[in-house]
């Protein structure tokens, strides 16, 4: 499982290092989004999800063996769409929020506060997916677990936000930040799902 999770945790950084590239070809006007410049981030957030979701299809592939290829595909195309929903809300957000301004706080800005959104809404979606997912796998596993499984993909997504938007960052560190990211991914959000279906007795797991 390791080795799921590290291949997992490497496909979301290189789509974070495409998300980043792509903001960076606007710096210092990413946070003026037109509708030329939103159309790309769409595309940008949909295809750094495709990525990352092809490398989750995969661990699960891996963890359940009968886990079809098209729901691979499935899984690709549903994290390309949550990211791409989460991009198109967080255009919504025009002026900084009054409570980030009471706190004050110079390293918030309304870019990075749009993409903190972006992955805010992309992981409570895909955690909801991601729950149903496992719940097809294994259709007698309790609402508890799932509440957990979505719960912690929704708090991976805010995690990796946070590391790559929010806390402050030294010129040249995007590779590590995507890193970073994607390893909050794959050891709070897919590795707590692997874990708990590999606790499954086989018997429990549906052919898929």
Not at 101 to 126: E, K, P, V, W, Y
Not at 194 to 208: A, G, N, T, Y
Request: aromatic fraction near 12%; glycine fraction near 12%.
């Amino acid at each position: 499982m390791i080795l799921n999770l590290l291949i997992i945790s490497l496909f979301w950084s290189v789509g974070f290092l495409l998300d980043l590239w792509d903001i960076a070809r606007y710096v210092p006007t990413v946070d003026v989004l037109t509708s030329e410049v939103l159309q790309e981030r769409i595309l940008v957030g949909a295809a750094c999800g495709l990525i990352g979701g092809l490398s989750v299809g995969w661990g699960l592939k891996k963890v359940v063996p009968s886990f079809s290829g098209v729901r691979v595909i499935i899984v690709a195309l549903m994290w390309a769409i949550t990211l791409a929903i989460g991009v198109q809300f967080s255009a919504y957000i025009n002026e900084y929020d009054l409570a980030f301004n009471q706190l004050h706080l110079d390293f918030f800005t309304l870019g990075s506060i749009r993409q903190l959104i972006n992955f805010t809404i992309a992981g409570f979606i895909g955690g909801c997916f991601m729950s149903i997912v496992v719940k097809k796998i294994n259709p007698s596993i309790s609402i508890l677990t799932l509440v957990l499984i979505g719960g912690c993909w929704w708090m991976s997504l805010i995690l990796a936000g946070g590391i790559i938007f929010i806390i402050p960052w030294s010129g040249g560190s995007g590779i590590l930040r995507s890193f970073l990211a994607g390893l909050s991914i794959a050891l709070l959000g897919a590795g707590i799902m692997f874990l708990k279906l590999k606790s499954l007795p086989p018997e429990q797991i549906e052919s898929q």
